[in-house]
């Protein structure tokens, strides 16, 4: 007898490329209304917008668009189609391998990049600003470390490697989704210098994902970048 479940997948393609669309627009959108409304709160005492408006905009988006993601994922078993309940089709030392190897790979083109092409150029200046003029309390490092390390990496596994490259697949070959989605990531991250180094980053993401087919892989992979990279700036600044 086969599973009523599996049978409306089957039906119905997932995921789709328009929902996949509606949920990245939606996630943006939610940035800018809720940073906004946490600057006209605190412009109440203050002229001057505080930078952690932007980091509580992010966290409290990331939140409100992880429930109605929950939501949609958990019918017809979506979540499991998407990786999320494995840690992959290939064996472990095998996925620690090409993990090791196209990290790597993508940290070394950054190096090269920033080092010989845009010398002297922050690739993410934008953010580095924000995040030094940042007071460093207990409260606001929890707030950077929950938008930056934990709730960001999951959105944006979920909508660029979850939902886009699976959805752009069955229009182009899957080096073609993986390049697509990541230039994609790359780009609405609004930060022109960095695209070349984002996008060499999320092709590895992409690869990797592709090859094990757990996005819960995925995410600890973009957590603990995301942690490296927010220690390094808290160390170093």
């Given at each position: 007898?086969?599973?009523?479940?599996?049978?409306?997948?089957?039906?119905?393609?997932?995921?789709?490329?328009?929902?996949?669309?509606?949920?990245?627009?939606?996630?943006?959108?939610?940035?800018?209304?809720?940073?906004?409304?946490?600057?006209?709160?605190?412009?109440?005492?203050?002229?001057?917008?505080?930078?952690?408006?932007?980091?509580?905009?992010?966290?409290?988006?990331?939140?409100?668009?992880?429930?109605?993601?929950?939501?949609?994922?958990?019918?017809?078993?979506?979540?499991?189609?998407?990786?999320?309940?494995?840690?992959?089709?290939?064996?472990?030392?095998?996925?620690?391998?090409?993990?090791?190897?196209?990290?790597?790979?993508?940290?070394?083109?950054?190096?090269?990049?920033?080092?010989?092409?845009?010398?002297?150029?922050?690739?993410?200046?934008?953010?580095a600003k924000i995040l030094a003029a940042i007071a460093r309390t207990p409260l606001n490092m929890a707030a950077m470390f929950l938008a930056i390390a934990i709730?960001?990496?999951?959105?944006?596994?979920?909508?660029?490697?979850?939902?886009?490259?699976?959805?752009?697949?069955?229009?182009?070959?899957?080096?073609?989704?993986?390049?697509?989605?990541?230039?994609?990531?790359?780009?609405?991250?609004?930060?022109?210098?960095?695209?070349?180094?984002?996008?060499?980053?999320?092709?590895?993401?992409?690869?990797?994902?592709?090859?094990?087919?757990?996005?819960?892989?995925?995410?600890?992979?973009?957590?603990?970048?995301?942690?490296?990279?927010?220690?390094?700036?808290?160390?170093?600044?």
């Amino acid at each position: 007898m086969s599973d009523p479940a599996m049978t409306a997948m089957a039906r119905r393609p997932f995921p789709a490329l328009l929902p996949t669309i509606g949920f990245i627009f939606l996630y943006f959108v939610l940035q800018g209304l809720c940073t906004a409304v946490i600057i006209a709160a605190t412009q109440v005492t203050s002229t001057t917008p505080e930078p952690i408006s932007i980091i509580l905009g992010l966290l409290i988006s990331a939140g409100l668009q992880l429930s109605l993601m929950t939501l949609y994922l958990r019918k017809d078993r979506r979540a499991e189609a998407l990786g999320l309940h494995n840690f992959g089709r290939i064996p472990l030392h095998k996925a620690s391998g090409l993990a090791i190897l196209w990290i790597a790979a993508a940290m070394a083109f950054n190096f090269v990049y920033a080092t010989y092409v845009i010398p002297g150029v922050d690739m993410q200046a934008d953010m580095a600003k924000i995040l030094a003029a940042i007071a460093r309390t207990p409260l606001n490092m929890a707030a950077m470390f929950l938008a930056i390390a934990i709730a960001a990496p999951v959105v944006e596994e979920l909508l660029f490697r979850g939902l886009l490259q699976n959805a752009l697949t069955k229009y182009v070959p899957v080096w073609g989704a993986i390049t697509l989605s990541s230039f994609l990531f790359a780009l609405v991250h609004v930060q022109p210098y960095a695209i070349p180094g984002l996008m060499s980053l999320s092709i590895a993401f992409g690869y990797l994902y592709h090859r094990t087919g757990s996005l819960r892989t995925n995410i600890i992979l973009h957590m603990a970048n995301n942690t490296f990279a927010l220690a390094m700036t808290q160390f170093t600044a």
